[in-house]
């Protein structure tokens, strides 16, 4: 580096350092005209098999007066555990309804499971999975009297490194994020429970995501998400869309701004992108406390404030009395509401709202059983599919009947208390007391109980008649030479309300190293609330084994004993790319921060476009130490005959003109062509293989998830895989034409094992 570049950056951090206040911008005026305005906010329609929900909510708002649909507008407070209440009309039989936390399970109650979590289900790549899933966390909120499940979540979408909910939503990658939100949504809805998808949109980071007072009592506002059209379409959007697909009851709009204007008051995400081009059915409800303006935010298509509001109530009466608002904005906004009630049949049957969330679980209450035990197979089956086996030399996996197993690591062991089970972790740091098997903030989920990794290796221990040798504390333990495998188990964790401190943890790597010393056989096993660096010891040759364990709900313990012991073969894949160094992540490790003449209005600009994630990595030529998609199993597969079919469907550029339904124009669905290759188990144990297909699509990056086939596979035995392209997979965003469009040129497509190892390809034009 010259003296030239040195002095010019001098220079231009001590110009930000002395940035005198008239140069710093004060007001919000600046920014406006940023967000395109688009209005009025379009009424529900009631198409496709949401009519009759429309035409029985429509007769009903025809009978309330205007003070009984402004309580539909607003939570109330009711005494009792849910996160949100809608009151009653009990002259008209209406119940009102229980909103509650979250996408991975009830919270805050007794009697219901912890499942595996949303990062956790994207790394097992099975949509069946995450259908069941669906079902039966839907039927517990049901049997609890809970109307709407606040969630699924596919924002974040992972952009950034660190940020601090990545571990609730899917997957970095909008394709996977899209295919496992929709079943997910299909599922718990299946059970009569509308889910409330999350967060809307552009809320890439926990940094400043609301708006705060300074130590010189001036406001802070929240971040503003400034996301180009075609960045917004091809990656933010393309997973609510679909959700909306999927039929979601409703959408919560996101504490931050985008392009500078509230999530929950910007008219262009909610009237426009949501409401007018993917024509969705349901209700915006806000994020707890994101209401930032009144009349606007009503207008710009906001339909419902958690958990109350200080700014509708009697103003919307007094702003349709005055003109600023449409009468009709009212009627439309409480016909969506409760055609959703009518949608999810909450009208024919319905536990009574919050009968199972007791406000303390500690004080006299019934006793409402929310757990069942036809879950039992898929909550074990789903912990089992989201661990990713990463390393395994020397056949150190599975276990073959060790006679001395020796087991290392605060992360090996269950909690001592039963709020660690209602609230999930609460501490704040990588380093824990107890396994980790749910992150923390609103996304954790209460437990009926907690199999920790050390109570099932003792349970194992005592089947086979192994000695087990442990060491939860020590970071430097001593370790037993005759041991045959050293378990060491760690965790990084992650909270809503901050962003990660980083992506490793010097406590962890040390312990690690330590035993790693001492031991030729160490098997590491780490549950990660999102991305874990692991380049210190991942080489070490002592280090045999590595798996990243996510988050796997209750059944953790007994999961990953199925694992190391052979009973289950791994199948979880990376829905992230995990880097060699931090450093990798370049702008996109960690949240943007309030500085220079922005400081009073902190801004995260989205320039890298499309290119986060393995997207960024393709682009730089950046080798990551695990790819995007990889993941070992105990046996191997080969590939062969990949064959493209086109269909009958008319490749034409721009989809044909229909009207909009649920999930936009019905013609984004329409298959165009259809791909088969044949995979074969080649190893001796029987397997499931995630077969993956990523598209060069002309004038887009190198190559993205368009399609992956989870199968079962015998030894010695071939299965084929098949992946269906539709429109919208084989098209860029034309910001032009406001159009998803095909491309012409040479698409190219590659099947395989992972983003990085694709021994199938071939080419086609449209
Ligand atoms: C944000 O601004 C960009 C650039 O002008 C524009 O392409 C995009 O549509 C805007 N999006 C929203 C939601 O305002
Ligand atoms: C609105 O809800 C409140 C409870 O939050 C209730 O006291 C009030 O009577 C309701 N208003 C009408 C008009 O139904
Ligand atoms: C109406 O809005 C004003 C100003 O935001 C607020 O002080 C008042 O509480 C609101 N009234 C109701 C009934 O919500
Ligand atoms: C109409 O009423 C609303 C709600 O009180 C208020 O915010 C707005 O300023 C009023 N507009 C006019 C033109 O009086
Ligand atoms: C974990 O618990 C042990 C025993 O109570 C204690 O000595 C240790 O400091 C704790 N460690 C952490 C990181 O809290
Ligand atoms: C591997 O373990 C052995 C003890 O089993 C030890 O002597 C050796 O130094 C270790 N190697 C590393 C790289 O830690
Ligand atoms: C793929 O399609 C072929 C032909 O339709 C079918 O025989 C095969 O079972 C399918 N494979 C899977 C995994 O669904």
């Known amino acids: 580096m010259g003296v030239n570049t040195y002095s010019l950056s001098l220079l231009l951090s001590l110009s930000m350092g002395t940035i005198s206040l008239s140069q710093v911008i004060t007001s919000d005026t600046y920014f406006y005209g940023q967000s395109p305005p688009v209005y009025p906010s379009p009424e529900g329609t009631g198409s496709g098999n949401w009519e009759s929900a429309y035409q029985k909510a429509r007769s009903f708002v025809g009978k309330l007066t205007v003070e009984e649909k402004l309580n539909f507008t607003a939570g109330t407070y009711v005494n009792n555990g849910c996160s949100g209440n809608i009151p009653p009309v009990e002259r008209l039989g209406f119940p009102g309804f229980c909103v509650s936390d979250a996408g991975n399970g009830l919270r805050g109650t007794d009697y219901v499971s912890s499942w595996p979590s949303g990062l956790h289900v994207g790394a097992s790549w099975n949509k069946d999975l995450a259908k069941q899933r669906g079902i039966q966390m839907g039927a517990e909120f049901r049997r609890k009297g809970v109307n709407v499940l606040l969630g699924p979540v596919v924002g974040p979408l992972g952009r950034i490194a660190e940020g601090g909910r990545n571990w609730e939503g899917f997957a970095d990658d909008p394709y996977l994020s899209g295919a496992l939100v929709q079943p997910t949504i299909e599922g718990v809805q299946t059970s009569s429970v509308g889910t409330c998808v999350k967060?809307?949109?552009?809320?890439?980071?926990?940094?400043?995501?609301?708006?705060?007072?300074?130590?010189?009592?001036?406001?802070?506002?929240?971040?503003?998400?400034?996301?180009?059209?075609?960045?917004?379409?091809?990656?933010?959007?393309?997973?609510?869309?679909?959700?909306?697909?999927?039929?979601?009851?409703?959408?919560?709009?996101?504490?931050?701004?985008?392009?500078?204007?509230?999530?929950?008051?910007?008219?262009?995400?909610?009237?426009?992108?949501?409401?007018?081009?993917?024509?969705?059915?349901?209700?915006?409800?806000?994020?707890?406390?994101?209401?930032?303006?009144?009349?606007?935010?009503?207008?710009?298509?906001?339909?419902?404030?958690?958990?109350?509001?200080?700014?509708?109530?009697?103003?919307?009466?007094?702003?349709?009395?005055?003109?600023?608002?449409?009468?009709?904005?009212?009627?439309?906004?409480?016909?969506?509401?409760?055609?959703?009630?009518?949608?999810?049949?909450?009208?024919?049957?319905?536990?009574?709202?919050?009968?199972?969330?007791?406000?303390?679980?500690?004080?006299?209450?019934?006793?409402?059983?929310?757990?069942?035990?036809?879950?039992?197979?898929?909550?074990?089956?789903?912990?089992?599919?989201?661990?990713?086996?990463?390393?395994?030399?020397?056949?150190?996996?599975?276990?073959?009947?060790?006679?001395?197993?020796?087991?290392?690591?605060?992360?090996?062991?269950?909690?001592?208390?039963?709020?660690v089970a209602i609230d999930g972790v609460s501490k704040g740091t990588a380093l824990q007391n107890s396994t980790l098997y749910v992150a923390g903030g609103s996304g954790a989920n209460s437990a009926a109980y907690v199999d920790s990794p050390i109570d099932a290796i003792q349970r194992q221990a005592y089947a086979d008649g192994t000695s087990v040798m442990w060491n939860f504390y020590s970071q430097d333990p001593a370790v037993d030479p005759t041991s045959d495998v050293c378990l060491v188990l760690v965790n990084s964790y992650s909270t809503e309300g901050s962003d990660r401190p980083g992506l490793t943890d010097d406590y962890s790597d040390t312990l690690i190293t330590n035993v790693a010393s001492k031991c030729s056989n160490t098997v590491v096993i780490v549950h990660n609330a999102g991305i874990r660096i692991v380049d210190d010891w991942v080489e070490n040759e002592n280090i045999t084994a590595v798996m990243f364990a996510h988050l796997p709900g209750q059944d953790t313990g007994r999961s990953l004993v199925a694992l190391l012991y052979g009973h289950a073969n791994p199948s979880g894949r990376l829905p992230y790319s995990v880097a060699k160094s931090p450093s990798d992540y370049g702008s996109l490790l960690q949240p943007s921060q309030p500085e220079g003449e922005y400081q009073l209005f902190p801004q995260s600009d989205f320039t890298e476009g499309q290119f986060i994630d393995y997207r960024a990595f393709d682009a730089s030529d950046i080798t990551p130490r695990y790819e995007f998609g990889f993941g070992l199993s105990y046996t191997t597969f080969e590939y062969s005959s990949l064959q493209l079919q086109k269909t009958n469907k008319p490749a034409l550029q721009y989809p044909p003109t229909a009207d909009i339904v649920e999930g936009g124009n019905p013609h984004l669905w329409d298959e165009l062509m259809t791909v088969t290759a044949t995979v074969q188990n080649t190893g001796s144990v029987d397997g499931n293989e995630v077969a993956q297909l990523y598209l060069g699509i002309p004038n887009g990056p190198i190559r993205q998830l368009r399609g992956f086939d989870k199968v079962t596979i015998a030894s010695g035995k071939s299965e084929t895989v098949n992946f269906s392209l539709t429109r919208r997979d084989l098209s860029s965003w034309d910001v032009n034409a406001q159009e998803w469009a095909l491309q012409e040129g040479e698409y190219e497509v590659y099947v395989g094992q992972s983003s990085r190892n694709l021994p199938l390809h071939s080419t086609f034009t449209l």
């Open 199 to 419: 967060h809307y949109i552009g809320n890439e980071q926990e940094t400043n995501r609301n708006p705060w007072t300074n130590d010189q009592g001036v406001t802070v506002e929240a971040v503003s998400s400034n996301i180009d059209d075609k960045t917004m379409h091809e990656l933010y959007l393309w997973p609510f869309q679909n959700a909306v697909l999927a039929g979601s009851a409703s959408v919560m709009c996101s504490y931050q701004r985008v392009n500078n204007s509230y999530g929950c008051q910007n008219s262009k995400t909610l009237n426009g992108l949501l409401k007018t081009e993917l024509g969705f059915q349901g209700y915006v409800m806000t994020d707890w406390g994101a209401q930032h303006a009144g009349i606007a935010a009503a207008n710009a298509g906001l339909d419902m404030v958690m958990p109350s509001s200080d700014m509708w109530g009697d103003n919307l009466t007094i702003a349709i009395n005055n003109g600023s608002m449409e009468a009709s904005r009212l009627d439309d906004m409480v016909t969506r509401i409760l055609a959703t009630w009518y949608q999810m049949h909450q009208d024919e049957s319905f536990p009574h709202p919050g009968i199972g969330m007791p406000s303390d679980i500690n004080a006299p209450h019934q006793k409402v059983m929310g757990k069942s035990a036809d879950s039992k197979n898929i909550l074990f089956q789903g912990a089992i599919e989201g661990h990713v086996l990463l390393k395994n030399t020397n056949n150190a996996l599975p276990l073959q009947s060790p006679s001395l197993v020796s087991v290392f690591g605060y992360d090996a062991q269950g909690s001592d208390h039963l709020e």
